[in-house]
Every structure is written in structure tokens, then in C-alpha cells.
């Protein structure tokens, strides 16, 4: 199974027989759809692989940080990262009534009544974790400041912390690691298979590409002035690689995972599709607005308005449901819904 990258294969007619059989439907070649399109995933919310697993602790683990903690309940669980991936792996794993503190990007109906922690969008509040009592909280360095992690861990509070790097390869060890800190490896494994098996079907959506796609992701926030283009690192660039796409901010030479866009560098990327999250589109006006865009409006992407757009709290999650996040991100450039 190759999970950062689905093949691309370019058909071309072949043999010295006149009479060829008509290609298979899994052999059409696929030509990218033309006009705006918003990938929307099959399930908004979660669905546990497990109902209620019982832990078994106490366990000790290694956090990122290279600190030993040791876990000894999980009843009060306070999850929070920039992607909300703590929260939904989770929730898949069963243990969503433990989750009594997240972050705002953990939006999904099942978490709708769990407090949020996040004062401003991804800064930590200190007093509203301690004020909900935590039995254990899992985060990482995607959010901070790392004070208030520090903070809890003098009150005497297990703060695990996991990888903050988000890639489609990366899943399988992120669910199991959050599986054994919490005690329930089992409904990891099971989760890992579920999650897998979605992936790999996923995939296949994106494995006859006639011309593999140029796609630019851009981190739009418009009412705060903030234009990135995404490169290596970004995690749209592993989703686009996903969909048999190439990510135009990689070709270019970016060397972060975000850029400030400028006009000239969309206009030298020359992207054939334009990938954005929705609330971004949103801040900047909309499809016709952001068409209108200097730089963005003299690519290849605008003039077939190719614009897709999902969720934010969607798009980069990189946790259990990534294989419905593939799934809509094909079936919204290729349109074969």
C-alpha cells in the first residue's frame, strides 16, 4: 500500500490490431472537471470503531517531548491541537464521552457540547483546563503556548504530547500511539485496519490521471490580511500527491511549508487548479471575488474557475476519516461523484 502517493498512468493506444477492445471503465482516462467545486466527505461525524473499550492502566509512555508519563485514567480527557486530529482519533476510538475539553477545530456533531479550551481560535487557556479537572491531556506543538502545557504538568496533570507532523503515511502510528496512551490498543489496531481499508479504496479514484493536475493550495484568511501558498510540508501537498495531483508550491521550490503569495508567484506557478479551505474562500469574498484576485486571476485555474474548496476543520486533519477527505478531494476534481 502507498499512501503518500497514488500512480499515475498516462494511456495511450498501443498494438497492431485495428479491432481493440474498448478500455475497461477502471482504464478511462481522467481529465480534471471544469468549474468551482466543494468536496464535502460522506460522514460529518465520527464513527466509533468501538463503543465504551475499557482502558487498561496504568501505562507509561513516551511523550514527543522525551519526557516518560504515566497514564492511570482516562476519564477526564482534554484534547487539543491546531487540527483537531486529537480529538477525532478519540472520539473514533471510542472514548468520546471521556472528552471533556478540545479545541476549536474539533468540529464535528459528536464533540459539539464538549467545552472548547482555545481562547482566540489556537491559543491554550490554562484556567479553563484546570477548571474542568483532567484526568490526562493530549496535545502537541502545533499549539501553545507551551506554557500553559508546562503549567499543567506542575498541577500534577499527565500531559502527553504526539507528533505534530501531519502525513497520509504518518496515520497508522499517530491512531496507535494515541490508542496506548490511552490503554485501548486493541481498538487501535482495529481502527487502524477500518482507516487503512478506506484510504486504500480512496486511492484508487485517482489512479488513471491522463494529466496529472497542477494544484495550488493557498492559506487565504482575508479580513486578517493573511495569503500563504502551501509547499513541502504543508500537508495539502501529501493530499495532493493523494489525489494524482502535483503541488505546484513543491515544483516551484518552495522551502517552507507556507509562503507569502505575491501575484508573481501564482503567475510563475500557473496552477490548474486552486485548492482552498472554505473559510478562507469565504473571507475573501467568495468564488467571484477571489477570481478577481491579482495573480490569481491570470492562471490557468481561473480561467476554468477551478476552484475546490472543504471544511477547515476537514481538509488537514490527517486522522481516521482521511480516506473520506481523498475520496471527496478526487471526486471533486475529477467530478465522478
Given at each position: 500500500?502507498?499512501?503518500g ?5 498516462v ?10 477492445p ?33 482502558p ?6 513516551r ?9 492511570t ?12 486530529t486529537?480529538t477525532?482519533?478519540v ?10 475539553g ?26 479553563s ?6 484526568s ?11 506554557e500553559v ?7 500534577g496533570?499527565p ?7 501531519r ?20 481498538a ?9 481499508q ?15 493536475p ?9 479580513a486578517?490580511?493573511v ?10 501537498d501529501?493530499l ?11 515544483e516551484i ?17 500557473s496552477?490548474?487548479v486552486?485548492?482552498?479551505m ?5 473571507s475573501?469574498g ?13 492562471t ?6 477551478r476552484?475546490i474548496?472543504?471544511?477547515?476543520t ?23 461523484q
Amino acid at each position: 500500500m502507498a499512501w503518500g502517493a497514488a500512480a499515475l498512468i498516462v494511456l495511450s493506444a498501443c498494438g497492431t490490431s485495428n479491432a481493440q477492445p474498448p478500455p475497461s471503465p477502471t482504464a478511462v482516462a481522467q481529465e480534471v472537471a471544469e468549474g468551482p467545486r466543494t468536496a464535502e466527505i460522506a460522514e460529518h461525524d465520527v464513527n466509533p470503531i468501538v463503543e465504551d473499550p475499557a482502558p487498561e492502566l496504568p501505562v507509561t509512555v513516551r511523550s514527543f517531548d522525551g519526557v516518560d508519563v504515566t497514564v492511570t485514567d482516562v476519564s477526564r480527557i482534554v484534547t487539543v491541537d491546531m487540527y483537531g486530529t486529537l480529538t477525532e482519533t478519540v472520539f473514533s476510538l471510542g472514548l468520546g464521552d471521556n472528552v471533556v475539553g478540545r479545541d476549536t477545530s474539533s468540529d464535528f456533531p459528536a464533540a459539539a457540547d464538549v467545552p472548547i479550551v482555545t481562547v482566540g481560535g489556537h491559543d491554550l487557556s490554562a484556567e479553563s483546563i484546570l477548571d474542568l479537572d483532567p484526568s490526562v491531556v493530549l496535545t502537541d506543538t502545533t499549539i501553545g503556548p507551551r506554557e500553559v502545557q508546562e503549567q499543567l504538568r506542575q498541577a500534577g496533570i499527565p500531559v502527553v504530547y504526539f507528533d505534530p507532523e501531519r502525513t497520509l503515511e504518518g496515520i497508522p502510528a499517530f491512531i496507535m500511539d494515541v490508542a496506548t496512551t490511552l490503554g485501548i490498543p486493541d481498538a487501535g489496531t482495529q481502527l487502524v485496519e477500518r482507516t487503512e481499508q478506506e484510504l486504500d479504496a480512496a486511492l484508487e479514484l485517482s489512479t488513471h490521471v491522463a494529466n496529472p493536475p497542477r494544484i495550488a493550495f493557498l492559506y487565504m484568511r482575508g479580513a486578517a490580511g493573511v495569503y500563504l501558498l502551501g509547499g513541502p510540508g504543508s500537508g495539502a501537498d501529501d493530499l495532493i500527491s493523494a489525489v494524482g495531483g502535483i503541488d505546484v508550491g513543491t515544483e516551484i521550490g518552495l522551502e517552507r511549508p507556507f509562503t507569502q503569495m505575491t501575484s508573481e508567484a501564482m503567475i510563475s506557478a500557473s496552477p490548474d487548479v486552486i485548492l482552498v479551505m472554505s473559510d478562507g474562500l469565504e473571507s475573501v469574498g467568495g468564488i467571484e471575488q477571489m477570481l478577481q484576485m491579482p495573480g490569481i486571476a491570470q492562471t490557468p485555474a481561473a480561467a476554468g474557475r477551478r476552484i475546490i474548496d472543504m471544511a477547515d476543520t476537514e481538509l488537514l486533519t490527517f486522522g481516521a476519516r482521511s480516506g473520506q477527505t481523498v475520496r471527496a478531494l478526487a471526486e471533486a476534481l475529477y467530478d465522478h461523484q
